[in-house]
């Protein structure tokens, strides 16, 4: 059983996924890059033919690939997860930087409309620092402006109602393997103090 905040968050996931399967298909030519054409799921050079597979299959099935890859600075570690990992990443950030730069072409209120404007407004950090906690400032005032304790419960639920886990969230737990417990089963409090090792033990 999901609550209504996971469930409104699955149909945003949705609503974005499509719009990103439209961006794919609407892309120009010139948009795509090395990190979107078509990859070779088996690449025959990443094997080592040299080694009999009998004698060492790792090897045989791999030596071409552990013979030149190479560990990114950034990376503890390399592989073809990670790899392919990247190349999504990579494609993704093609698909939506094309969107934004196309903009003004696609039809208001279209999947790749609402796409570049999501994607945009997320990216322009100047735009975002310009106007600070002005487009929060409406719902603030109004909660400086609650005058009695009930006010604080209806304030909670409309926030609950929009997404936002106004001082606790609901979950479900796992009572034991295979078990999951049906309904709000946790009350996770979302202001805590600090532990005492914040003060006492320096960096």
Same mark, same amino acid.
């Given at each position: 059983?999901?609550?209504?905040?996971?469930? #409104?968050?699955? =149909?945003?996931?949705?609503? !974005?996924?499509?719009?990103?399967? @439209? %961006?794919?298909?609407?892309?120009?030519?010139? *948009?795509?890059?090395?990190?979107?054409?078509?990859?070779?799921?088996?690449?025959?050079?990443?094997?080592?033919?040299?080694?009999?597979?009998?004698?060492?299959?790792?090897?045989?099935?791999?030596?071409?690939?552990?013979?030149?890859?190479?560990?990114?600075?950034?990376? #503890?570690?390399? =592989?073809?997860?990670?790899? !392919?990992?990247?190349?999504?990443? @990579? %494609?993704?950030?093609?698909?939506?930087?094309? *969107?934004?730069?196309?903009?003004?072409?696609?039809?208001?209120?279209?999947?790749?409309?609402?796409?570049?404007?999501?994607?945009?407004?997320?990216?322009?950090?100047?735009?975002?620092?310009?106007?600070?906690?002005?487009?929060?400032?409406?719902?603030?005032?109004?909660? #400086?402006?609650?005058?009695?304790?009930?006010?604080?419960?209806?304030?909670?639920?409309?926030?609950?109602?929009?997404?936002?886990?106004?001082?606790?969230?609901?979950?479900?737990?796992?009572?034991?393997?295979?078990?999951?417990?049906?309904?709000?089963?946790?009350?996770?409090?979302?202001?805590?103090?600090?532990?005492?090792?914040?003060?006492?033990?320096?960096?």
């Amino acid at each position: 059983m999901r609550t209504s905040r996971e469930m #409104a968050a699955f =149909g945003r996931a949705l609503l !974005l996924a499509g719009g990103l399967a @439209a %961006a794919c298909t609407a892309l120009p030519a010139g *948009a795509q890059t090395a990190a979107q054409k078509p990859v070779v799921a088996l690449d025959p050079a990443n094997r080592d033919e040299t080694c009999a597979p009998c004698n060492d299959f790792y090897k045989y099935a791999n030596g071409g690939w552990l013979a030149t890859a190479k560990i990114p600075a950034s990376y #503890a570690g390399i =592989g073809a997860f990670r790899e !392919l990992r990247d190349k999504n990443e @990579a %494609a993704l950030h093609d698909i939506m930087d094309a *969107a934004v730069a196309n903009m003004s072409k696609a039809k208001a209120g279209s999947n790749e409309w609402k796409l570049a404007a999501y994607y945009g407004t997320c990216m322009d950090s100047s735009a975002a620092e310009a106007a600070g906690y002005k487009p929060i400032e409406p719902e603030l005032k109004r909660i #400086a402006g609650l005058k009695a304790k009930k006010d604080i419960t209806a304030t909670v639920s409309r926030l609950h109602r929009q997404g936002t886990a106004a001082l606790f969230r609901f979950a479900l737990t796992v009572a034991k393997r295979g078990v999951i417990n049906e309904g709000p089963a946790e009350l996770v409090g979302m202001y805590h103090m600090p532990f005492v090792q914040t003060f006492t033990v320096k960096p």
